[in-house]
C-alpha cells in the first residue's frame, strides 16, 4: 500500500498543529463558531446530535493492520469503545470531545492517516472496488490510479471551494463493486484494442434527493490523461455549477441542465488545452505509484484445495461462511474474505474496538496485513489462503465477526440515521435490525438468495436506498417516522435507481412490509436461481403493489 | 400555549445540554427549567444567544416539549433521543454509557 514520503508526513502533521491551535483558540473563545465551523468540518469534525463526530479518511478503502490497531486504539481512548464504517469507505466516531481532537489527529498522522476533505465542498475521499488488486476479473488494480487522483485533489487549492461536494469512485473490472454510475465521477479501468490502460468516463450521477444515473462522456481516456481530463471537468463544474442553490449545486444536476453531449463537448474544450501540459502523467510516475499496490508474493498453497474440502464437510457453519463470504482470488490458491459487519440483529458498520484489534491480528497473521473497507460497511481481507481459512474463520467466530451472510438480505446497508445524524427525520438502524432479525436464519436467508437492503433516515441517502433493490427511506409525517420503500434499485454495472411502490409504513409495519415482498418475490420467480432483481425487472412492480396494498387500493 | 426548554450542545465536548433554573447547563432534561409563558420563552431565547455568544455551547435552541405525569417529553422524536440517547444499544463491546472518561 501507499506509503507517506517525506513531504507528506511534513504536510499532516502541519495540518495537525494547525488545527491545534484552532480548535485551542475555539475553546479560549478568541475565534466564533461561525469562523471555527469550516475549519473544523475541513479536518472531519462535524456536531452530531449528542456530540462531535469525527470522519476518519480512508482512502479507497485501505488499511494496514498497524492503521486498524490506531482506529480501535482511538475507538477506546477517545471514544466509547466503538467506531462505525460508512459506505464512503471510511470511519466515524459519534463521541470525540472537540478537546481531544487535535491528539486524536496527532495519533493518526503516525500511523499515515488523517481526516482532510472528509466534509466540506471539495473532492472527498476516493473510493474504489474492495477486492482491487485480488479479483480474477480485473484489468488492472484501481487503487494507484485512486492514490493519483487523491494526491492531486489534497487541499488542491482551485478545487477546494466547489459549487457543492465531490465524490470520485474507480473500478477495475466490468463487474462494478464502487458503484460508480452514482457517483459525481466514475472511473472504469479498462483495456483498448492495443491493450493500453485508460478509462471508461462516467459523470453526474449521484443519490440524494435527485437521484441520476451519471452519463459516459468518454468511452477510452488514456491513462495519463487522467488529471487532465479530470481537472477538465471539475473546471467545467466550477465555473457552471449552480452556487444559487444548494440543492442543485452538484454536477448530477449542472450534466442533466445541460446534457451530456454539451457538457462533453465543453470539457473537451478544457482538455485540449489541458492535455499536454505538466498534467499528463508520466510513465514513471504511474509505475512509481503502482509500485505500493504490488501484491503481496503469493506462494502456492494448493494443499488448501484438500484441507478445504475436508473442513467443509465436518463443519457445516463454516460451510457456509466459505460458501456466502469468500470470493474466488486470481490465485487459484487463495481467497477473499468478507468479514461481516452485519451480525443478526446488531448495528450495520458497526465494530467494537476489541473487534478491531482481532481483525488486525487475524490480517496480520494470515491475510498479509492487508484490510479494506466495503462501500457496503464491511471488512474485507483480499488475500487469504485456502489452507488457512479454517483458522481465519476460527479466530472471526471468537469475536463475532462470522456471519455468513455477505450481499443477502441481512447485509443491510444503514446509515446513522435519527439515532445519531443531526439532518436525519427518521431512525435506521433500528429499522435494519428487525429486518436482520426477522430474516436471521441462515436457511430463510439462502433461500431467498441475493438481495440487497439499503436504509436512509433522510433524503441524503447516506444509506444508498435509491440503488437498494429493497431500498427504504425514513421520513417525518405529522411528527412521526414513516418509511417509503422503493423496488428495483442497483448500483452495479447496470445501475437503475429503485421506484417508489406506494404509500410509506410506519416503523411497526415496516418490516412486515418487506416480508411481503420477499414472499411475493418467492411466489413469483422463476426458479432458484432468478434473484429478486431479475425478477422485479421481469414482472415490474405490479404484484408487489397489490400484494403490499390490494390491486382495489391501489387502483383507488 | 406549548411548554419549551432551552437546549444546545457544549463547545467543548459536543454533550446535549439543557439549562437548569439556575442558569447552570445540564446534561438531563428533566432537571431543565421549563418557560410556560411568552415571556420566560423571550428569556431562554435571549440566554441561548448569549451562552452561544460567550462560547459555552452551540446549536442553542429552545424546544416544545409536554409534562406527562411529571415528567417532560420532548413533542418532537429528534429531541426525545437528543435527551434520552440513540435507542439502540451499541456496538458489542461497548461498555455502557457511563465509561470513566465521560461519566455524566
Known amino acids: ?556 | 400555549m406549548v411548554s419549551k426548554v432551552l437546549t444546545a450542545n457544549r463547545l467543548s465536548d459536543g454533550i446535549s445540554v439543557w439549562l437548569d433554573a439556575a442558569g447552570n447547563w445540564v446534561e438531563q432534561l428533566q432537571d431543565a427549567f421549563v418557560a410556560r409563558h411568552a415571556e420566560a420563552v423571550t428569556a431562554l431565547e435571549a440566554t441561548g444567544k448569549q451562552a452561544f455568544d460567550d462560547n459555552k455551547v452551540v446549536d442553542a435552541n429552545v424546544v416544545d416539549v409536554e409534562e406527562v405525569n411529571g415528567t417532560l417529553r420532548p413533542l418532537r422524536m429528534r429531541e426525545r433521543i437528543r435527551a434520552e440517547g440513540p435507542s439502540i444499544p451499541y456496538a458489542a463491546g461497548y461498555n455502557g454509557l457511563s465509561g470513566p472518561k465521560h461519566a455524566a
Open chain 1, 1 to 556: 500500500m501507499y506509503r507517506y514520503d517525506e513531504f507528506d508526513h511534513a504536510f499532516v502533521s502541519s495540518r495537525v498543529e494547525q488545527f491545534r491551535d484552532q480548535v485551542e483558540r475555539r475553546l479560549s473563545g478568541e475565534l466564533a463558531e461561525d469562523a471555527f465551523k469550516p475549519l473544523r468540518l475541513m479536518n472531519g469534525v462535524y456536531l452530531q446530535l449528542h456530540a462531535y463526530m469525527l470522519r476518519v479518511a480512508i482512502p479507497y478503502g485501505t488499511l494496514s493492520s498497524r492503521q486498524m490497531r490506531m482506529l480501535a486504539h482511538i475507538a477506546r481512548k477517545y471514544d466509547r469503545g466503538y467506531g462505525h464504517f460508512t459506505t464512503r469507505q471510511n470511519i466515524q466516531y459519534n463521541w470525540p470531545r472537540l478537546s481531544d481532537t487535535p491528539d486524536i489527529l496527532d495519533e493518526l498522522a503516525s500511523v499515515e492517516m488523517h481526516a482532510l476533505q472528509t466534509s466540506g465542498n471539495c473532492i472527498r475521499n476516493v473510493t474504489a472496488d474492495h477486492f482491487a488488486g485480488a479479483a480474477a476479473d480485473e484489468v488492472a488494480d484501481p487503487r494507484p490510479y485512486a492514490e493519483i487522483l487523491r494526491q492531486w485533489s489534497s487541499v488542491h487549492p482551485e478545487f477546494s471551494f466547489l459549487p457543492r461536494k465531490f465524490k470520485i469512485a474507480v473500478t477495475g473490472a466490468e463487474r462494478d463493486r464502487a458503484a460508480i454510475q452514482v457517483h459525481d465521477i466514475g472511473l472504469h479501468l479498462k483495456k483498448d484494442e492495443d491493450g493500453r490502460i485508460g478509462f471508461a468516463v462516467y459523470v453526474g450521477g449521484g443519490q440524494g434527493r435527485t437521484p441520476m444515473i451519471a452519463k459516459k462522456i468518454r468511452d477510452f481516456l488514456p491513462e495519463e490523461d487522467l488529471l487532465s481530463y479530470t481537472t477538465a471537468i471539475m473546471r467545467v463544474y466550477n465555473l457552471h455549477g449552480r452556487r444559487d442553490n444548494k440543492y442543485k449545486a452538484r454536477i448530477k444536476i449542472l450534466v442533466h441542465e445541460t446534457g451530456a453531449e454539451e457538457l462533453s463537448r465543453q470539457v473537451e474544450v478544457e482538455f485540449a488545452a489541458l492535455k499536454d501540459t505538466e498534467l499528463k502523467l508520466p510513465e514513471v510516475d504511474i509505475q512509481a505509484i503502482s509500485t505500493y499496490f504490488a501484491p503481496p508474493a503469493l506462494e502456492n498453497r494448493a494443499e488448501g484445495w484438500e484441507s478445504l474440502a475436508r473442513w467443509k464437510k465436518t463443519d457445516p457453519e463454516f460451510a457456509r461462511w466459505v460458501q456466502q463470504n469468500v470470493q474466488p482470488h486470481k490465485h487459484p490458491d487463495y481467497g477473499m474474505v468478507t468479514i461481516s459487519l452485519k451480525p443478526i440483529g446488531g448495528i450495520p458498520g458497526d465494530a467494537s474496538d476489541a473487534q478491531m484489534d482481532a481483525v488486525a491480528d487475524i490480517a496480520e497473521e494470515y491475510a498479509f496485513d492487508e484490510i479494506r473497507v466495503s462501500h457496503e460497511q464491511n471488512l474485507i481481507l483480499p488475500h487469504v489462503a485456502l489452507a488457512d481459512l479454517e483458522p481465519v474463520y476460527r479466530a472471526l467466530v471468537a469475536s463475532g465477526l462470522a456471519t455468513a451472510n455477505a450481499g443477502l438480505i441481512t447485509d443491510i446497508i444503514a446509515c446513522p440515521g435519527l439515532d445519531y445524524c443531526a439532518l436525519a427525520n427518521a431512525r435506521s438502524i433500528p429499522v435494519a435490525q428487525e429486518i436482520s432479525t426477522r430474516f436471521g436464519s441462515p436457511e430463510r436467508q439462502a433461500e431467498i438468495g441475493e438481495l440487497k437492503i439499503k436504509i436512509s433516515g433522510c433524503i441524503n441517502a447516506c444509506g444508498h436506498h435509491h440503488v437498494g433493490h429493497i431500498g427504504l427511506l425514513g421520513v417525518e409525517k405529522k411528527g412521526a417516522e414513516l418509511y417509503q420503500i422503493t423496488l428495483g434499485g442497483s448500483g452495479d454495472e447496470n445501475t437503475s435507481i429503485g421506484e417508489i411502490i406506494g404509500r410509506g409504513f410506519e416503523p411497526e409495519k415496516v418490516t412486515d412490509a418487506v416480508e411481503t415482498i420477499v414472499d411475493t418475490y418467492l411466489g413469483l420467480r422463476r426458479d432458484g436461481q432468478e434473484t429478486f432483481l431479475e425478477a422485479y425487472r421481469r414482472v415490474g412492480p405490479q404484484p408487489f403493489k397489490d400484494a403490499l396494498y390490494g390491486s382495489a387500493q391501489e387502483a383507488a
